[in-house]
């Protein structure tokens, strides 16, 4: 389960995120929505540890009382591009200190889940967009962690890629582990999420499940819900 | 050494042992000036041998005063593509907030990232001296003394060790405040200077040094180097040195890893 509370970042004169309150929970997928600016990936860098909030903390918790592990997945797609597949996904494993007996056994077993085995010992270099993400994502989740951040994870995939990131994600979901991804492409949302927080300007504007909210909004679609609370001046009235 | 140092460390140079190109280009870079200087030597020592304007012990003194200045280089060329590929290339092709991200101990990813640069620069000041010997060896033929190897590198290496050290220390601090690979070689190019200033300075310094002198990095190094191609063992000379090296060493290293957890290293 992963907790924000109370999130604020300041940039200078800009304020990035105010009082960002909302819960992502266990064996769930949880969609953090917003316009391009929004705060989402300001949001996420602090809750991976990467940036700190001027206020505001952040808890993790992990299952059945063991610590707390996160797995990330970061905006941006850089890998190295001069180890091969198998290698990149040996270091992060090494790197988090993962399943130090049976390593490779692990990332055999990652490189075939996620469909990347012709690809396996070729450089990271040569690889699709589709596959730098499967990449990126082995290397998240290779030390099968509690709680999974994933920062627009399937910008820039073509469906089939989507679709199987998505039925990644679901699986993860029913093995208990808490997913927490950005998008800002609502059909994607609407299938996917068990939960979504929408995110204006850098302030919560709605948080809850899909139907749960458009009930209450009285929104015929999430699309229909986003533009009207993204709309000038919304943001007061969905608080 | 943690694990996750060993591992980073690892990582780093396997991947810039496959840059094929980048290395032949660092080979250049660290062989080119000696292997210039070797020649010019062995030809004014074959002039001389065969009576030609300068002495052979004056070729000997030449070679004595412009070797060091290369030693002390040599530990600045190796790693400095790696020390920038690594710090600011990473920062340029957004991996490092993968890296980042995985919580590994900001300490260790600039051990890490620093010891890989520091194998780099000892395999400069190992190729480097290499090609000193030859060069001595070169000059022997004519009619200076015979080469003591042991007497001539041990020396050597130990005042040059501490230096590679400190040279990659000094390299992955600077290249982790670039943004960009090209920035980053701005900056390491303009501190390559440094050891060339310092080793000038030196060349042209009365031959026994002021003790302080050699508290400073570069300049104490150099001194000591003379000496030691001078058959002169600099013996517990070299202690304080290294002392000042490792030191120094320990604070860029913090100074790095500060560096990594600092909101800023995020941001292009």
């Known amino acids: ?239 | 050494m943690s694990r996750t140092t060993l591992v980073i460390c690892c990582k780093e140079l396997r991947e810039a042992l496959r840059d094929r190109r980048a290395i032949f280009a660092s080979l250049v870079a660290t062989l080119a000036g000696p292997v210039l200087l070797g020649a010019v030597l062995m030809m004014l020592a074959n002039e001389a041998g065969e009576g030609g304007r300068l002495s052979a012990a004056a070729v000997g003194d030449r070679a004595a005063a412009t070797l060091p200045v290369f030693l002390v280089v040599s530990v600045f060329v190796m790693g400095m593509g790696l020390a920038i590929d690594s710090t600011a290339g990473e920062r340029e092709r957004q991996s490092l907030e993968t890296l980042l991200a995985t919580h590994a101990p900001s300490g260790a990813i600039a051990a890490g990232k620093w010891a890989a640069v520091a194998v780099m620069n000892v395999c400069g000041l190992l190729l480097t001296l290499i090609c000193a010997v030859v060069i001595i060896a070169g000059l022997s033929f004519g009619q200076l003394g015979p080469l003591d190897l042991a007497a001539f590198s041990l020396p050597i290496l130990a005042a040059g060790l501490p230096l590679a050290m400190l040279a990659a220390g000094l390299q992955v601090a600077v290249a982790t405040n670039a943004r960009t690979f090209k920035e980053g070689q701005t900056y390491l190019s303009m501190l390559l200077f440094l050891p060339m200033a310092i080793g000038m300075l030196s060349a042209f310094a009365r031959a026994e040094p002021a003790a302080w002198r050699l508290v400073i990095p570069v300049f104490a190094q150099h001194q000591l180097i003379a000496r030691a191609l001078r058959g002169d063992d600099p013996g517990a000379a070299l202690v304080l040195p290294a002392v000042v090296a490792i030191v120094l060493t320990i604070v860029l290293l913090r100074w790095t890893a500060s560096l990594m957890t600092n909101d800023r290293i995020l941001y292009g």
């Open chain 1, 1 to 239: 389960m992963i907790t924000a509370r109370g999130l604020t970042k300041r940039y200078g004169a800009c304020r990035a995120l105010d009082a960002v309150t909302f819960t992502a929970p266990d064996g769930a997928i949880t969609g953090l929505l917003g316009a391009n600016g929004a705060g989402k990936t300001t949001t996420f860098r602090i809750l991976s540890g990467l940036l700190r909030a001027d206020h505001g903390d952040v808890r993790l918790a992990g299952r059945e009382g063991r610590p707390a592990t996160l797995g990330v997945l970061p905006h941006a797609h850089g890998v190295y591009g001069r180890l091969t597949v198998r290698e990149h996904i040996r270091y992060f494993a090494e790197l988090r200190g993962a399943l130090p007996g049976r390593l490779d056994e692990r990332v055999a077993q990652l490189i075939d889940q996620l469909g990347l085995g012709g690809a396996a010992d070729v450089p990271a270099r040569t690889l699709s967009e589709g596959q730098r993400v499967k990449l990126l994502l082995a290397g998240a989740i290779v030390h099968e962690p509690d709680n999974l951040i994933l920062d627009e994870p399937t910008s820039g995939l073509d469906v089939v890629s989507t679709r199987a990131l998505h039925a990644r994600l679901r699986s993860l979901r029913d093995r208990g582990a808490c997913v927490l991804f950005s998008s800002h492409v609502m059909s994607e949302v609407a299938s996917l999420c068990d939960t979504v927080v929408m995110l204006v300007d850098g302030v919560v504007a709605a948080a809850g499940a899909p139907a749960a909210l458009l009930a209450r909004y009285g929104a015929g679609s999430l699309d229909d819900l986003f533009v009207s609370l993204t709309a000038p001046g919304s943001v007061e009235g969905g608080r």
